[in-house]
T-cell receptor
Framework: KNQVEQSPQSLIILEGKNCTLQ??????????LRWYKQDTGRGPVSLTI?????NTKSNGRYTATLDADTKQSSLHITASQLSDSASYIC?????????????FGTGTLLAVQP | EPEVTQTPSHQVTQMGQEVILRCVPI?????FYWYRQILGQKVEFLVS????????KSEIFDDQFSVERPDGSNFTLKIRSTKLEDSAMYFC??????????????FGSGTRLTVV
């Protein structure tokens, strides 16, 4: 069964600190992996997209890594800001058949405190 | 930056009533989707729509649900007879290519549906 698991479930850090969020997936065949940021009551906003051949991708203070062999990804946030408080969701796309759906993880709820 | 627009932002309806959730996808996008998120749970795929027909749907998308692109710009989700368990945030999304391609897949801000 295609699944995306994330850890930790929630995380509290102090402003200015770094953090790393983890994602494990069992989606097959794999097409790409995305990290989204979702503010409370809002739609997901894309941070990064990585294909099978990409090991790392950055978007400002966000850096995502992908290990397609172990089916793991991480999202590293540097110098956190209060506005980083949100849910961070790992999302995987499969290219099996004609599917265009995204498979969402449960997210990591990040709280950045002053 | 182009946006996916959803209306209304909040909808309260009585159980058994029909609701229509509306979305305006990004203008040059070809693929359209509906997802839902029950409070405290993960986002779940409902349906994808391409070339004026449903291309894929999940087991959640039963006969109570239907989608339509009535005028070439709007994309609607209709729930024929709402149940309490339909209460959720409903997200519309659109993309220029399918999800397997390495392009953005843009979500709207969602419609919060509350069935009472």
């Amino acid at each position: 069964k295609n699944q995306v698991e994330q850890s930790p479930q929630s995380l509290i850090i102090l402003e200015g600190k770094n953090c790393t969020l983890q994602c494990n997936y069992t989606v097959s065949p794999f097409s790409n992996l995305r990290w989204y940021k979702q503010d409370t009551g809002r739609g997901p906003v894309s941070l990064t997209i990585m294909t099978f051949s990409e090991n790392t991708k950055s978007n400002g203070r966000y850096t995502a890594t992908l290990d397609a062999d172990t089916k793991q990804s991480s999202l590293h946030i540097t110098a956190s800001q209060l506005s980083d408080s949100a849910s961070y969701i790992c999302v995987v796309s499969s290219n099996g058949g004609a599917t265009n759906k995204l498979i969402f993880g449960t997210g990591t709820l990040l709280a950045v405190q002053p | 930056e182009p946006e996916v627009t959803q209306t209304p932002s909040h909808q309260v309806t009585q159980m058994g009533q029909e609701v229509i959730l509306r979305c305006v996808p990004i203008s040059n996008h070809l693929y359209f989707y509906w997802y839902r998120q029950i409070l405290g749970q993960k986002v779940e795929f409902l349906v994808s729509f391409y070339n004026n027909e449903i291309s894929e749907k999940s087991e959640i998308f039963d006969d109570q649900f239907s989608v339509e692109r009535p005028d070439g710009s709007n994309f609607t989700l209709k729930i024929r007879s709402t149940k309490l368990e339909d209460s959720a945030m409903y997200f519309c999304a659109s993309s220029y290519t399918g999800a397997a391609a390495n392009y953005g897949y843009t979500f709207g801000s969602g419609t919060r549906l509350t069935v009472v």
